[in-house]
């Protein structure tokens, strides 16, 4: 049976009720959306402000890199892996440095520019780049054993295959050439047409069949 107010009165006492019974609850919800709705809106301009800084410093680490101002760069780098560790743009400049340390025969400043990487990206693609290139560096290196530990950590499927054949040669530099011969083979298995893309993999495979 459908109530029928019989006042006006009576329909404002209702409502009273209504909201004394409910109000703190519709409220707090109201404010708890107005809350989450400027924090996500706070959150998303403070990391964009942070990635544009980022990019900023970035590019004074090209341009240092560029006109070969170390000491710019070494101060641009800092700033990088101080205020913005996980940043695609420190481990590119880190790259950078890398390569820099290479190109000078500084083979442990190399290592500790791609060991940082390795340690802070998350970026589980530019984690798997730079063990690639640590592990080559290691191996250089005549650290063929941290080498092989370095690049079997690499499980990104892409990357797999080029990680095989830097163990292989970590383990040809070892001697074992059972071993190598192993992540030669199973290196091309993983790699697309192999033969015609990478033909280095091949002689490597027949070198370590015939030892």
């Given at each position: 049976?459908?109530?029928?107010?019989?006042?006006?009165?009576?329909?404002?006492?209702?409502?009273?009720?209504?909201?004394?019974?409910?109000?703190?609850?519709?409220?707090?919800g109201?404010?708890?959306?107005?809350?989450?709705?400027?924090?996500?809106?706070?959150?998303?301009?403070?990391?964009?402000?942070r990635?544009?800084?980022?990019?900023?410093?970035?590019?004074?680490v090209?341009e240092?890199?560029?006109?070969?101002?170390?000491?710019?760069?070494?101060?641009?780098?800092s700033?990088?892996?101080?205020h913005y560790?996980h940043?695609?743009?420190?481990?590119?400049?880190?790259?950078?440095?890398?390569?820099?340390?290479?190109?000078?025969?500084d083979y442990?400043?190399?290592?500790?520019?791609?060991?940082?990487?390795?340690?802070?990206?998350?970026?589980?693609s530019?984690?798997s780049?730079?063990?690639?290139?640590?592990?080559?560096?290691?191996?250089?290196?005549?650290?063929e054993?941290?080498?092989?530990?370095?690049l079997?950590?690499?499980?990104?499927?892409?990357?797999?295959?080029?990680?095989?054949?830097?163990?292989?040669?970590?383990?040809?530099?070892?001697?074992?050439?059972?071993?190598?011969?192993?992540?030669?083979?199973?290196?091309?298995?993983l790699?697309p047409?192999?033969?015609?893309?990478?033909p280095t993999?091949?002689?490597?495979?027949?070198?370590?069949i015939?030892?």
């Amino acid at each position: 049976m459908t109530h029928v107010y019989k006042t006006e009165e009576e329909q404002i006492e209702d409502l009273k009720r209504w909201i004394k019974s409910y109000g703190p609850s519709i409220l707090a919800g109201i404010v708890l959306a107005i809350v989450c709705l400027y924090g996500w809106r706070y959150w998303n301009s403070y990391q964009h402000d942070r990635a544009v800084s980022a990019s900023t410093l970035y590019q004074h680490v090209v341009e240092a890199y560029q006109t070969n101002s170390q000491d710019v760069l070494a101060t641009v780098l800092s700033q990088l892996q101080e205020h913005y560790p996980h940043s695609p743009y420190t481990q590119y400049a880190l790259f950078i440095q890398a390569k820099i340390s290479v190109d000078a025969e500084d083979y442990s400043g190399a290592d500790a520019a791609l060991s940082w990487v390795v340690e802070h990206t998350r970026d589980r693609s530019i984690e798997s780049i730079a063990r690639l290139r640590l592990g080559a560096i290691q191996t250089a290196e005549h650290y063929e054993e941290a080498a092989i530990q370095t690049l079997e950590k690499i499980d990104q499927h892409s990357f797999k295959g080029l990680a095989l054949i830097k163990i292989g040669d970590a383990y040809h530099a070892l001697g074992n050439e059972e071993k190598a011969k192993q992540a030669y083979m199973a290196a091309s298995q993983l790699l697309p047409d192999a033969s015609n893309t990478m033909p280095t993999l091949g002689v490597k495979l027949d070198q370590s069949i015939k030892s």
